[in-house]
């Protein structure tokens, strides 16, 4: 079993930045994927981007890449979403993930885990 726990988001102004956290516990072996995904309203969950637990080896959705970047804190088990340059299309429930199976990690049906997600609302 993997518990995970999201905090950290808000709201804040566009333009501006958010860090959220996952706090992960339980037993995670090191091939398990952690992902961040989000759901904005009226639209599917999309994957914001993954790591290998035992690698840390990072693969971000390209549509967010250089504006979003995770990283972890191996020490505390928790991993982080720094989102930058917000905009109010940024806006969604944002939640982290566990996958222990191998599949396409793009596909948010592939996770297992989750947290109970963080709402992130970004005005315009």
């Known amino acids: 079993q993997v518990q995970l726990a999201e905090s950290g988001g808000g709201l804040v102004q566009a333009g501006g930045s958010l860090r959220l956290s996952c706090a992960a516990s339980?037993?995670?072996?090191?091939?398990?994927?952690l992902a961040w995904l989000r759901q904005a309203p009226g639209k599917e969950r999309e994957v914001v981007g993954y790591?290998?637990?035992?690698?840390?080896?990072?693969t971000y959705a390209d549509s967010l890449k250089g504006r979003f970047t995770i990283s972890r804190d191996s020490a505390k088990n928790t991993v982080y979403l720094q989102m930058n340059s917000l905009k109010p299309e940024d806006t969604a429930i944002y939640s982290c993930?566990?996958?222990?199976?191998?599949?396409?990690?793009?596909?948010?049906?592939?996770?297992?885990?989750w947290g109970q997600g963080t709402q992130v609302t970004v005005s315009s």
């Open positions: 993930a566990v996958a222990r199976r191998y599949g396409d990690f793009f596909i948010p049906r592939l996770y297992e885990y």
């Open positions: 339980g037993s995670i072996d090191s091939y398990y994927r």
């Open positions: 790591f290998m637990w035992s690698t840390g080896e990072i």
